[in-house]
């Protein structure tokens, strides 16, 4: 069992920086791959980022490409996820996901946290 919990949402201006966090329970966190992912009311989840267990390897959606940084402390069980030139399109919930294997679906992924909220004005 992996229980996450995200922080550092919260409201910027566009152009603005923020850094999410997840923490997660577990000895077992080192083995998962880990993701983010978004949602805004009335549409899917929306795959964001993931890092491999050992966070040798990533892959970002194009939309947030050479803006976000996904990294991992596996001593410290947390996942990052470093928001640069934040734009009003980036408003969502923000989901941390912990997967066996590194996935782009949600449907991938078999522990989520509980959402943390991204508001970015214009």
């Known amino acids: 069992q992996v229980q996450l919990v995200e922080s550092g949402g919260g409201l910027v201006q566009a152009g603005g920086s923020l850094r999410l966090s997840c923490a997660a329970s577990?000895?077992?966190?080192?083995?998962?791959?880990m993701g983010w992912f978004r949602q805004v009311p009335g549409k899917e989840r929306e795959f964001v980022a993931v890092?491999?267990?050992?966070?040798?390897?990533?892959t970002y959606a194009d939309s947030v490409k050479g803006r976000f940084t996904i990294s991992r402390d596996n001593a410290k069980n947390t996942v990052y996820l470093q928001m640069n030139s934040l734009k009003p399109e980036d408003t969502a919930v923000y989901y941390c996901?912990?997967?066996?294997?590194?996935?782009?679906?949600?449907?991938?992924?078999?522990?989520w946290g509980q959402g943390t909220q991204v508001t970015v004005s214009s």
């Open positions: 996901a912990a997967a066996r294997a590194p996935a782009y679906s949600p449907r991938g992924y078999q522990y």
């Open positions: 577990g000895r077992t966190f080192s083995s998962y791959a």
């Open positions: 890092i491999t267990w050992s966070g040798s390897g990533t």
